[in-house]
């Protein structure tokens, strides 16, 4: 599959906003400005970035928790984010949510149920309504690792692959289910293997490479959309900080953390745009200023935003009820 150059520096791009913006976040964090937690992609921003990149428009995706890239691909910006991590009226749940809880249907971005498996069998529910009404769109739903240890996972798949449903799994494998590792969770060498029993397609890529990510995905999300049934994507990486920010993560050993440091993903890109000609260092520069100028004015926006109308901390909460004729 051949990719344009545009889409590549896209890619790119969306790597470095990603990065930017979990960087400042978690900064302001640190600060004390943003109550609760924080969870970040950091070094597995390929990812969200790749998968959510091979979707449609009237495609629909389930993140998970560190999937922050999909709701930038997408189109939610950045302003908005930033405004619900510090619980602005502006922010994407209006303020009425917080930390990576978000999710906005008019970019086609499911909010996320809980942090592991469950988003999969609401992706799966899509994508049956999708086959139902005939309409040839997909549904991407990503969970991590240890959410591959759940029955909520399993159901999914199984419903998924029996129906021929137009889903793709993706799979963070990032080594650590909190700091429980891969090899404590299961016997077998790759996650993906745990697609066969259902009879489903499965692969499994280099996470931290994001042409990887999103031709696979890109390939997936065709094959689902032509009446294929689903595939599921293994996509190993490395959890580069703690399972969140308030996490030091000493169980990891520090050679392991080493070995993965070497294949950061923005480096990665970084080294195949300028090996293949497809940018130049100047090009590269000016991308990633772009993105620091965009969460600079993010960040602006966000604490200038007001905070919400304790009035209103119900509205949207419970359904309108429908008065019956």
Not at 136 to 145: F, I, L, M, Q
């Amino acid at each position: 599959m051949e990719i344009k150059r545009e889409d590549l520096l896209n890619l790119y791009y969306y790597l470095k906003f990603t990065r930017r913006l979990e960087d400042r976040i978690t900064s302001l964090y640190h600060q004390g400005k943003i109550l609760g937690g924080v969870w970040t992609s950091n070094g597995m921003e390929a990812i969200s970035v790749g998968y959510s990149y091979a979707l449609e428009k009237n495609d629909i995706a389930a993140p998970y928790f560190r999937d922050i890239g999909v709701f930038l691909v997408r189109g939610i910006t950045a302003k908005r984010i930033m405004a619900h991590y510090l619980g602005k009226k502006t922010g994407v749940s209006g303020g009425r949510e917080g930390n990576v809880h978000m999710g906005d249907l008019n970019f086609g971005i499911f909010g996320f149920p809980s942090h592991l498996a469950d988003n999969y069998p609401v992706g799966t529910g899509a994508a049956l309504a999708f086959k139902i009404r005939g309409e040839k769109r997909v549904v991407a739903a990503c969970t991590g690792d240890g959410g591959t240890s759940r029955g909520d996972f399993h159901e999914a798949m199984n419903f998924a692959a029996v129906r021929k449903l137009p889903i793709v799994f993706i799979c963070n494998n990032n080594q650590y289910a909190y700091s429980t590792p891969v090899r404590f969770q299961m016997a077998i060498r790759n996650v993906a293997e745990r697609a066969l029993a259902y009879g489903m397609n499965s692969k499994t890529v280099d996470g931290n490479n994001v042409v990887e990510v999103y031709k696979t995905a890109r390939e997936a999300c065709e094959i689902a959309r032509n009446g294929g049934g689903p595939t599921f994507i293994e996509c190993k990486t490395m959890r580069m900080h703690g399972h969140s920010e308030h996490d030091s993560a000493k169980y990891v050993p520090k050679e392991l953390l080493e070995e993965w440091k070497k294949k950061d993903p923005i480096l990665t890109m970084e080294k195949y745009l300028l090996e293949n000609s497809f940018a130049k260092k100047d090009e590269l520069d000016g991308i990633d200023l772009r993105a620091k100028k965009e969460i600079e004015d993010a960040e602006k926006f966000a604490e200038e935003s007001p905070y919400p109308d304790p009035g209103e901390c119900f509205k949207g909460v419970y359904a309108t009820p429908i008065e019956a004729t």
